[in-house]
């Protein structure tokens, strides 16, 4: 299994860079990652972003649709993508520590 | 690893499995390769590592041995001549799986290049759906197959969540627009198209449907998003079940049947149009009546016919166009997507090998659901961003979501300073959004049966406009006018009226020729029309045709009652069929 290495994070991830292990998650997990999807510096409003995914999986154990995570964080469709550039699926599903989406994607 | 025998049981099942599916394209594809190594060379997975084992005729092999142990006389007799082998191991079948679903996208770049017509990625298929029966296929195939089956579609979108967002990308069109009739209808019925979609426009990246939304309220169309089999992707083109491909299909076909739409649009997905158009047929068993086209065919139309502008200054950036293997290789849309590009953007620069010679995006066949051959895929990827980045592009514009996907992973991958866009967003983006104005005659008489109701009159003598426009105007019909062939037609594309009178006798394009192409053009075809002339011995013309004839038809001079019956006649007819 591929481990990802930055700093002093060390975590297990898939081959697309996706956490195995979710409890092995943290703010220092989320902003080594963050980095990989082309985001580096986690503000106030991605951490909001981050927050709710992670909720969102606890609770229903998938990915929310782009409409709740709009609809619940106030943010716009196209400020998500301005905040993660490589989208929801991949992007703040990734930093926010939650297992690969299913499907084309 | 596993030496372990595999149960006999198991065994007997794949080889049945395996003797079902071969059928007379199968049997061909196994028989005939002469190993000459054209394929070798195709194939992004050899090019990348030069590995012998990534030559197509070789993964083939793989499964080609069974066939010749099994199927094949030769290999019946003196199987060590012909490479036939049988599968005996839990390790023959795992190696299996990372052949035929880790090491080829089904991209069909090897079949194209093959001088005896080997279908490469038919034998990987037929073997992802033994596979796939034996519940061995890769998790993700699983996951996703298993929500197509269930829930309807690929991202298990629920109903609630699907109908919820199609309200707010309603809200957001019209707020977008500033235009409170924009909308993304949600099942009407008797609408000239039924537009179907890939899922992740609805669970993450709904940019697109709201270029499609744009796109189609400045083309004035009469469209409809279907509430159920809304999903044109099929998993049972790359899981090789033929049963989900069929259920799939079924989904999408019974609902255009449902809503009475005249043709279904599938969204920009290769993988999905091939599927819904190519082989959901077979597999379900449904023909549908109703014509199916890709969205980029609709968009050429709109902009050849004139009725949506674009303004390609709206899009700088350097474009090039990455072709999907499903619409370029396996669908034959090549042209469409760079006509609409060189309409809508300033700089398009074209990527090479182009066409039905290019280059897989690396996430073909389902790879991007599947994680564990994901290191992989990244690695022989360096074909395809070798390839984007020798074109200097900023953009690089495809029409697949899949494709879009693969293609943002290796530019990340590969650090490439490169956007990705499908066709319909840099369309939306160059729309120049202008209201219509449509000529309306008042309707002032008394009795007005024909109101609601546009007419276009074509005729050159412009006294007999003004005639039959005063007899159909009176009886609140709103009318269009036409002196010519020409004009006629571009009315006809733009306006889409509910009928027209036709003159026979016309300078320049005569009323046959309109009244051909007319029935040549899929989107005029039905558009009832009502001949007028004074020259009946034209009419043979027309009726000596291999077209329909005519909805109606009354010689000149023209008889105001005759006139009038038969356009009731016509309407009601219509009417009552729509």
Redesign the interface.
């Known amino acids: 299994m591929?481990i990802f290495e930055q700093g002093d994070v060390k975590i297990d991830v898939?081959?697309?860079g996706?956490m195995e292990e979710p409890e092995q998650w943290n703010e220092k997990v989320a902003m080594a990652l963050a980095t990989?999807?082309?985001v580096n510096e986690l503000t106030e409003r991605h951490w909001k972003l981050v927050n709710y995914l992670r909720d969102y999986y606890a609770k229903f154990g998938?990915a929310p649709?782009?409409?709740?995570l709009?609809?619940e964080t106030g943010f716009s469709?196209k400020e998500v993508?301005e905040m993660f550039p490589?989208?929801?699926?991949?992007g703040a599903c990734k930093v926010a520590g939650l297992a690969?989406?299913?499907?084309?994607? | 690893m596993s030496q372990e025998p595999i149960k006999s049981d198991k065994i007997e099942k794949a080889l049945a499995l395996f003797k079902k599916r071969m059928n007379r394209q199968a049997v061909l594809s196994f028989g005939v390769c002469v190993h000459c190594g054209m394929c070798t060379e195709t194939c992004h997975y050899y090019e990348a590592t030069k590995d012998p084992k990534m030559a197509p005729a070789y993964k083939a092999d793989k499964v080609r041995k069974i066939y010749k142990k099994h199927f094949d006389w030769t290999g019946k007799i003196i199987p060590s001549w012909v490479g036939a082998r049988d599968i005996k191991t839990e390790d023959d079948l795992k190696e299996l799986v990372d052949v035929v679903f880790g090491s080829c996208t089904m991209c069909r770049r090897c079949t194209f290049n093959c001088p005896m017509g080997v279908d490469k990625a038919l034998i990987m298929r037929t073997m992802r759906g033994v596979l796939t029966e034996l519940d061995l296929a890769p998790q993700?195939v699983k996951?996703?197959s298993r929500?197509q089956w269930t829930i309807g579609n690929?991202?298990?979108?629920s109903d609630e969540?699907y109908l919820?967002?199609i309200e707010?990308l309603n809200d957001?069109l019209k707020t977008e627009l500033d235009d409170p009739s924009a909308s993304l209808p949600l099942d009407v019925e008797n609408c000239n198209m039924v537009y179907a979609i890939?899922?992740?426009e609805?669970?993450?990246?709904?940019?697109s449907l709201l270029a499609a939304g744009k796109i189609f309220h400045a083309a004035g169309e009469s469209w409809t998003l279907p509430s159920k089999g809304w999903d044109n992707?099929n998993f049972g083109l790359f899981s090789g079940d033929n049963a989900l491909g069929g259920h799939m299909g079924k989904l999408v076909f019974e609902n255009v049947q449902r809503l009475k739409g005249k043709s279904l649009v599938c969204s920009e997905?290769g993988h999905g149009y091939r599927a819904t158009k190519w082989e959901s047929p077979n597999w379900s068993g449904i023909i549908l009546e109703q014509p199916i086209y890709n969205f980029l065919e609709i968009m050429v139309d709109y902009v050849k016919s004139g009725r949506i502008k674009l303004d390609k200054t709206k899009n700088t950036e350097p474009v090039t166009y990455h072709d999907p293997c499903n619409l370029a290789r396996s669908g034959g849309i090549t042209e469409e997507p760079r006509f609409l590009l060189r309409q809508s953007i300033m700089d398009f620069r074209e990527m090479y090998p182009n066409r039905a010679d290019n280059w897989c995006c690396s996430g073909g066949g389902?790879a991007?659901?599947m994680?564990?051959?994901?290191?992989r895929r990244l690695e022989v990827a360096k074909v395809k961003a070798d390839q984007l980045k020798a074109t200097g592009a900023k953009i690089v514009a495809t029409a697949c979501?899949?494709c879009v996907?693969a293609l943002?992973?290796l530019i990340?991958h590969y650090k490439l300073d490169m956007k990705v866009a499908l066709v319909g967003e840099l369309v939306a983006n160059a729309l120049v959004m202008e209201r219509k104005a449509i000529p309306v005659m008042p309707a002032y008489a008394a009795d007005s049966f024909l109101s609601g109701f546009r007419i276009l009159v074509t005729d050159d003598e412009p006294d007999m406009v003004a005639f039959i426009s005063a007899v159909l105007g009176d009886h609140g019909a709103e009318i269009l006018r036409a002196s010519n062939g020409d004009e006629a037609l571009s009315i006809l594309r733009k306006e889409k009226p509910s009928m027209m009178t036709l003159d026979l006798s016309m300078p320049g394009k005569t009323g046959v020729e309109v009244y051909e192409e007319m029935k040549n053009d899929k989107f005029l075809k039905d558009i009832p029309v009502f001949i007028i002339t004074g020259q009946p011995e034209l009419r043979k013309l027309i009726y000596d045709g291999s077209y329909p004839p005519p909805n109606g038809y009354v010689d000149k001079p023209i008889d105001e009652e005759k006139l009038l019956l038969n356009v009731r006649k016509i309407l009601n007819l219509q009417h009552e069929k729509t």
């Open positions: 591929p898939d081959e697309d996706f990989t999807e082309g998938i649709m782009i409409r709740k709009c609809k469709l993508y490589s989208g929801p699926a991949k690969k989406p299913t499907g084309c994607v | 993700g996951d996703v929500d690929q991202m298990g979108v969540d919820e967002t707010w957001e890939n899922p992740r609805i669970k993450y990246a709904p940019m992707t997905c389902g991007m659901s994680s564990e051959f994901s290191k979501h899949n996907d943002m992973d990340r």
